[in-house]
């Protein structure tokens, strides 16, 4: 069973006549780190909104863990955790309290919300300010607390727009490798980012996504090989060209 | 936790560290009553309850008029007396700044009405066939009192004074003529039994309301008290509006949509933590109406319906102001829009709705310009619980306008939150 199967996606906003995904398709295996790249305006953003449930479908399905994502939602947001790349908590809450709400709304509760709670703070080097109200934080700092809200429940398919933009090198070796670790032990991870030389090092396949369609999906060795390029980056530009998109 | 109960600790929290929020929300509606029931209270006790200053100048060689006559206009409880002779050398009528009205005894005023009694009672007996013939001693004009007033007495003011003073006046010419009769036909005075007898008991009125059970119109603490707890009420958009919209812009609405709960959980739950808050202003102001007012020398918050019709009326007051924040936040895409536009809307619905100024003392047309705003039909729940005592079903029948409108306004929102791809 795949992570993610998505067919013949279609979509576009109300008042514009662009079509912002059009007849894409796509599969995530499961224990994968599947990176998504493309320019601004490409459609991933959108594509990440539909499979987390943030827009409706239009047109095509989305299966994901087995389940459709169009008649089991509630089921699925059980299973799946997201991490926007907007700072999506309270600022006026402390870290604690953060946690503490979005694991109620998981479903979590006493011992095992206090214990999952107190780990991430561990993990993510925010226990010294469980307790200090979240707009003290330095950026890099809300950006661990965001991924660690979106991994409370322990989700089988971790979703990431942009984990790591904007902070320094320390946080971001911490987050990728906590995201190594969980992946290592069987989570499936979806990856959205600008930072290819990042990607190259975290992804185990990657799909290039351009006007609204799947460019091309492979292995980062595969991709190198049959476009003759040294980097993701030059595969990114010749695949899809130098010219501003948005 | 359960989702719903998680999230209204959440919203208690976050309000909780909202400082200016919580100022908003309590300490400046506080103020603003305080401050306006002064004002309103020292208006209203110019029309109703101060005395009037009045000056009574005696240029009377004799002092028998001017005492009577100070003495029954003290006993109308009506004005603050002040007397002075016009015969010192030191008195000057333009010097006296309190008085409003000045009343001056002209000379030999009391020798002249002493003639004109005499003539009087001698004239009475001779048609009662108790004289035969009458003095033929020419009369002495009695001269009139003379009346000043500060212009900026209203005439009907005017009007009441110089009545109150031609009754005392009266009282007193009925007095010494009886006196007289008695003296003519038994040639001695009357001792004060005697004349307890002869002199008619002043007449008394029985007061009573046109509407049974109904309290006339509210003091300035009772239309204060729940007028400024209505404004802070409302003005809970600036804050709740402000929430919701700080949440659909930090994305947490959003990533709230990826969770195995409904959103509608999250608004159910901003709307309970803010109705609480709208029962909790209705429970500071209330209280200090009814503490701290008395204490000041303002008129206590009196509640003739007792707790629980007020309470009903809170309730609804409250569910309306919280959908109306509600539905400013949904539509609004800014803080900035959400602030502007709750607190203008707002301030203009209450100046319409008689918050600032009763309805009661507005002219006609503004009457029938106040029903269209939601702070006159909550304010006419409000008077119904503190000034009546009204069945139930008067009650329900006025905060029905607030239910319907409390519907109307969580429709608008869902509608809202719907094409926002909120819900």
Redesign the interface.
Known sequence: MDALTVSSLNYSYKNTENVVLSNLNLNVKKGEVFGVFGPNGAGKTTLLSLITGILKLQSGTISILGKDAFTQRKEINQLVGYVPQDFAFYEELSALENLSFFGAMYGLKGKSLDSRSNELLGVFGLMHVAERQVREFSGGMKRRLNIAIGLLHEPQLLILDEPTVGVDVQSRLAILSYLKKINSEGTTIIYTSHLLKEAEEFCNRIALIDMGQVVVVDTLANLLLQNQCKSLEEVFIKLTGKSYRD | ???L???I??EF??LS??KTGLFLMFLMPLALALLMTVLQNSAFKIVNENKVDLMVINNDSSSLFFQSFSKGLEQTGMFNLSFNDASKPSFKLSEDKESIVVVMVPNGYTYALDQEIKSKAEQSLQLFGMLDTVSTEEKVTLKNLELSFDPVLQESYRYSIKSTILSVVMAIQNEMLLKQLFYDVNQSQPDSAALEKILPKPLLLSESLIKENSAANPNATQHNIPAWTLFAMFFTVITLGGNIVKEKR???F????????SIAQVLIAKQVVFWVVTVLQTLVLFSIGFFLFPVLQLPPLIITSGILPLLFATLFCGLCAVSYALCIGVYSDTVEQANGFGAASVVILAAIGGIFVPLFAMPEVFKLIANISPFSWAMKAYYSAILEISPFHILLLNVLPLLLLTTILQLIAYIGLKRK?LL
């Open positions: 936790m359960s989702p109960a998680a999230s600790v959440k929290k976050v560290r909202d930090s994305g947490s959003l990533r709230i949509k990826t969770l195995p709960v791809n």
